[in-house]
């Protein structure tokens, strides 16, 4: 329970709405217990009109509301037939009242709940976008999409018809214990004798539960990611023919679930018949005792039947505790894993007084170590460099040399475990997130577009959005606006999940339409053209030529663009510079560069006809 503390905050948010359902639960509760009261007056009058009637030995106690109406009709000297038909129409009056209440209880207390699941997932939602690279690099999506979506659905059934329920059963409960209580103190105890065992089997079967709804969502998480992962990877799957193998990896992922699933519906099956149990126990001790009594007093036989109702009226409520209960239990194991989400801060924040203003010059990488968290991996290794404002910087190097951690680190995605990094002499960490991320644009190596048009996936990175003839221009730096133009609906064609619908280049050139739109003052290239041709290279390098002729540019790759002029080619191994220099000097050096640049020009060679 101590899980759904942190849902108070929504519950003081909405008060307005959850006090008055407080109000309309309660009211219609107490006209429902009306019904009992006048139906036992008007079996009393039955039954004093009987032949050989004893007259009753006291006034029954009632209700204030109860008692002004009996005095009311006793009072106005009506015949016996006006005072069964007031008496039914009253009866008939309070239900009509308390069916309109019951409706305002749940436009109150059922929309609350579903207000504060709104406020709740986008919480969640801007919690995730706050979380850096390290968290979902060690979390699934799928476990992460269950918790937004399942774990927040389990809890909104806290928070709308678990808190109605729980409300509603405790002032019922209320009121006709504390009528039954002024009626017969005796025989109310021994009515409600059975409880105490109800309460004790709630208790044992609540413990059960919490372990068991846990283990639930943890196995609904797996299966969740399982599907997904499928669902991505279904081209992988198909290419490799094993389709039969991941229905079998889902099958038991899905049984296993399934079965405590089950499980879990089987402990909560025993509430049910356990509620049942105690109120028909309930029911014959009020008969065998009522009757007992009634031969002594008839007053007491309207006694027998309004504690019937009672008992009957409480069936509901009582057998509700498990159902709530069981709510209760599951959404506080669902809180429990959100609140592992949300009580994770990330690692990479702003300092107290970020600098928000736009900062441009040398970007500095000064004494820089890095070890990957989540691998133990030393990625980089006390490197050293300076890039003036402007230069354009090739980065060489076999893979996991470190050239892709240099374009994570810079835009801070991780921070580094030694030395630091500046740009304009400012050190980056100073720098607010979003304005130092404002001035970066970044292609990466593993292309990602969204399910939206072209348009829409090349002015991402806009917040104003861009017109036409902008993206238009993008797009014709990348080389791609022919081939755009060329789609059923040109600019205006969905792409798909992931841009599934077009091929590797096509993807690769419209992620590097994306970030030249952005007119960023540092531009980030990292392995951006591996899936293009070689006269596509060529064409995309010559109008990226035109295109950065002022910006500061670091360009990633295992290739060497022969026809762009680098300030300053830098190869990389193990984590630390191993050449640097321009492209006389390396090829004068006759290391790596020189090697891999040979290696290149013959392949060339022995591409042409």
């Known amino acids: 329970m101590k899980h759904l503390a942190t849902l108070n905050k929504y519950f003081w948010k909405y008060r307005k709405r959850f006090f008055i359902g407080i109000f309309f639960v309660m009211g219609s509760n107490y006209f429902a217990v009306m019904a009992p009261q006048i139906t036992g007056f008007v079996v009393n009058l039955v039954q004093q009109r009987l032949p050989g009637a004893r007259p009753a030995g006291s006034r029954p106690v009632h209700d204030r509301l109860v008692d002004w109406f009996i005095t009311t009709v006793q009072s106005a000297h009506l015949s016996f037939g006006w005072i069964i038909t007031i008496s039914c129409l009253t009866i008939l009056l309070s239900a009509i009242i308390r069916g309109i209440l019951m409706f305002f209880m749940r436009q109150t207390i059922i929309v609350m709940s579903r207000h504060i699941e709104f406020d709740q997932k986008n919480e969640i939602y801007t919690h995730y976008q706050r979380l850096d690279t390290h968290f979902y690099r060690t979390h699934s999506t799928g476990d992460l999409m269950n918790r937004m979506t399942e774990d927040v659905s389990r809890v ?110 089987k402990v909560e099956a025993i509430y049910f018949p356990s509620m049942a149990l105690m109120i028909g126990i309930s029911t014959l001790v009020t008969i065998m005792i009522g009757g007992m009594q009634a031969l002594q007093d008839s007053s007491k036989v309207g006694l027998i039947v309004e504690f019937v109702i009672y ?114 002499s400012t050190d980056i960490k100073k720098i607010e997130l979003k304005t130092l991320r404002e001035q970066i644009s970044y292609v990466q190596q593993d292309v990602f577009l969204f399910s939206d048009s072209v348009t829409g996936n090349i002015s991402f990175g806009l917040a104003t959005g861009a017109n036409r003839d902008t993206v238009e221009q993008a797009a014709g730096f990348s080389s791609v606006h022919k081939e755009i133009l060329g789609f059923s609906n040109g600019y205006e064609t969905m792409i798909g999940e992931r841009g599934v619908t077009l091929s590797g280049g096509q993807k690769q050139r419209i992620s590097i339409a994306r970030a030249l739109i952005k007119e960023p003052e540092i531009i980030v290239f990292d392995d951006c053209l591996s899936a293009v041709d070689a006269k596509t290279e060529h064409e995309i390098i010559g109008n990226l030529y035109r295109y950065l002729h002022d910006k500061t540019a670091i360009i990633i790759t295992h290739r060497i663009f022969s026809s762009f002029r680098f300030d300053n080619i830098i190869v990389l191994e193990n984590g630390s510079v191993s050449e640097q220099g321009s492209h006389e000097l390396l090829m004068a050096n006759n290391g790596y560069y020189a090697e891999l640049y040979r290696l290149q020009l013959t392949e060339e060679k022995a591409e042409i006809p």
Request: net charge positive; hydrophobic share 45%.
């Open 311 to 424: 008992i009957n009226l409480l069936t509901f409520p009582v057998s509700a505790i498990g159902w709530t209960a069981s709510m209760i239990q599951r959404a506080a194991a669902s809180q429990k894993r959100l609140n592992e989400f949300l009580q994770t801060e990330p690692t990479i924040v702003n300092t107290s007084d970020p600098l928000t203003a736009k900062v441009s010059g040398d970007i500095l990488f000064k004494d820089v170590s890095f070890t990957y968290p989540h691998t133990g991996i030393r990625a980089l290794e006390h490197f050293n460099l300076k890039i003036r404002k402007g230069d354009k910087v090739l980065l060489l190097g076999r893979t996991g040399s470190g050239k892709s951690t240099i374009a994570q680190l810079l835009l801070r995605f991780y921070d580094p475990t030694g030395g630091n990094i500046e740009i304009g």
């Open 156 to 265: 909104r059934m806290f928070t709308g018809p678990a808190v109605m329920y729980l409300i509603n059963l405790v002032s019922l409960i209320g009121f006709c214990v504390v009528n039954m209580l002024r009626k017969d103190v005796h025989l109310t105890i021994l009515v409600l004798a059975p409880l105490p065992i109800l309460a004790a089997t709630i208790y044992f079967v609540n413990s059960v539960i919490n372990k068991k709804s846990e283990k639930i969502q943890a196995l609904l998480s797996d299966l969740t990611t399982n599907a997904q992962e499928s669902f991505s990877g279904i081209r992988v799957i198909k290419s490799f023919a094993q389709e039969k193998a991941m229905l079998g990896f889902f099958r038991k992922n899905s049984e296993e679930y399934k079965k405590n699933a089950v499980g879990l519906a």
